[in-house]
């Protein structure tokens, strides 16, 4: 019923900046809170930030704190991940999702899109 495609990764030097797109097919969009997960190999899906369904309110994790800023445009059915001052540690898979009356656990979304590669060289 919602599809997403993430855009906008690949490879940085450490202490630069990416900024990652998810464009949603559908006419629901402003309806869904909308999430960043990211995965690294061999590791869980971690919650990155969440904005609500109207953009009034936005969670982060921890670690991404004064870093990483979650946006959505609803009239272009996209959200966005600006990440600045890049780490290592940041490297993963990231990977947009939405959801309704959901938080910052993979099970509270219910749509994923395939995931983009950002890569962090030291």
């Known amino acids: 019923q919602v599809q997403l495609v993430e855009s906008g990764g690949g490879l940085v030097q450490a202490g630069g900046s990416l900024r990652l797109s998810c464009t949603a097919s559908g006419r629901s969009f402003s309806t869904y809170d909308m999430a960043w997960f990211r995965q690294a190999p061999g590791k869980e899906r971690e919650f990155v930030a969440r904005?609500?369904?109207?953009?009034?309110?936005?969670y982060y994790a921890d670690f991404v704190k004064g870093r990483f800023t979650i946006s959505r445009d609803n009239a272009r059915n996209t959200a966005y991940l600006q990440m600045n001052s890049l780490k290592p540690e940041d490297t993963a898979v990231y990977y947009c999702?939405?959801?309704?009356?959901?938080?910052?656990?993979?099970?509270?979304?219910?749509?994923w899109g395939q995931g983009t590669q950002v890569t962090v060289a030291s």
């Open positions: 904005i609500i369904w109207n953009g009034s309110r936005l």
């Open positions: 999702a939405a959801g309704r009356g959901v938080a910052d656990t993979v099970s509270g979304y219910n749509y």
